[in-house]
């Protein structure tokens, strides 16, 4: 199948960065969580680190739930916005651009927490940049679609509500 922007496994609409994300969550949740020879995290630190996990948690999937529900029909995995869609700016949206992305990055850093995963720590880090870059391609494609798209850019945070 084929469309005017040419053959989807040439990703055109953002194939590889569904990819990559995938790969770099697939890591965040299914990677080793240390590596051999590292130092446990200090007993002081883990257990106030599992509750922040899991509260990090939480939110971020409360946040990529929101995004995702109020998407509805719109939802694609690929950052190329579906044709015939429209802007939406209100749930989550009005909080933060990509709630699904920022959900996902407080899912990661909140696993990380509550396993007490070095290395799953350092992956999250990964995902984080990851999502940025994603979404700096993604508002091209929705700037170039959506002319209100910019002034929506200047008053909602990109990733994290109130925070980026």
């Not at 990819?19 to 257990?47: D, H, I, K, N, T």
């Not at 920022?102 to 070095?118: D, E, Q, Y």
């Amino acid at each position: 199948m084929t469309t005017g922007r040419g053959p989807w496994w040439k990703g055109t609409r953002g194939e590889g960065y569904l990819a990559g994300q995938l790969a770099l969550m697939a890591l965040v949740f299914l990677g080793p969580r240390a590596a051999p020879g590292w130092p446990a995290w200090p007993s002081v630190f883990a257990g106030p680190a599992s509750i922040a996990g899991v509260l990090l948690m939480l939110m971020g999937g409360l946040l990529l739930f929101a995004g995702g529900a109020r998407l509805g029909a719109r939802l694609t995995p690929l950052p190329y916005p579906k044709d015939r869609s429209t802007l939406i700016v209100t749930g989550p949206y009005r909080w933060v651009r990509h709630p699904m992305y920022g959900g996902g990055i407080l899912l990661a850093f909140g696993w990380a927490m509550a396993v007490h995963g070095s290395l799953t720590f350092g992956y999250a880090v990964a995902l984080a940049v990851f999502l940025d870059v994603k979404s700096r391609r993604e508002e091209r494609w929705l700037s170039e679609r959506y002319p209100e798209y910019a002034d929506y850019r200047t008053r909602v945070h990109k990733l994290i509500p109130f925070v980026y």
